[in-house]
């Protein structure tokens, strides 16, 4: 969601060094990445709120190697739209899709993470899949 590496690094220091201080009240060993990643979220909208008007995502993708320069062209212009259509959804439909398509979770995990219903999950992740498709499918 941060786009500037050395940001991105200070505030990986700072959810780090929280856990040290946290750690006693981490009951379990396999809860620490769901609170690693909810510590994360909540400092990266503290910094952007603080220093932003407009919130600023960026995803990483990882392209196949190509010899066909012109293929690689188009997956740069496809990446582009896309993260230009993804940055128009709303917040919390972009964070679902986000988790589901490109981090793999499941609705449960989803849902457990950020701590809402199921259901709402699935109408996020179908609200936001609606308008990337809506403004991807004339391109496509």
Same mark, same amino acid.
Do not use: C
């Given at each position: *969601? %941060? ?6 690094? +200070? ?28 510590? @994360?979220?909540?400092? #990266?909208?503290?910094? &952007? ?6 919130? #600023?995502?960026?995803? +990483?993708?990882? &392209? ?5 320069? @012109? ?7 496809? %990446?582009?739209?896309m993260n230009r259509e ?6 919390? =439909?972009?964070?679902?899709?986000? &988790?589901?398509?490109?981090?793999? *979770?499941?609705? !449960?995990? %989803?849902?457990? &993470?950020?701590?809402?219903?199921? +259901? #709402? #999950? ?7 899949? =609606? =308008?990337?498709? !809506? !403004? ?5």
């Open positions: *969601m %941060i786009n500037q590496k050395e940001l991105a690094e +200070d505030l990986t220091q700072t959810v780090f060094i929280k856990l040290n201080h946290h750690k006693e009240n981490i009951n379990e060993e396999n809860k620490i990445p769901a609170w690693l990643y909810k510590t @994360a979220r909540n400092e #990266v909208y503290q910094h &952007l709120r603080k220093n932003y008007s407009a919130k #600023v995502v960026a995803l +990483d993708y990882e &392209l196949q190697s190509s010899n066909d320069i @012109a293929n690689d062209f188009e997956n740069d212009e496809l %990446i582009e739209l993804l940055n128009k959804v709303a917040d919390e =439909q972009r964070e679902v899709f986000i &988790l589901r398509e490109y981090s793999g *979770m499941s609705y !449960k995990e %989803i849902a457990d &993470l950020l701590e809402i219903n199921v +259901d #709402v #999950v699935k109408s996020r992740l179908y609200m936001a899949r =609606q =308008q990337l498709l !809506k !403004k991807l499918s004339k391109f496509i």
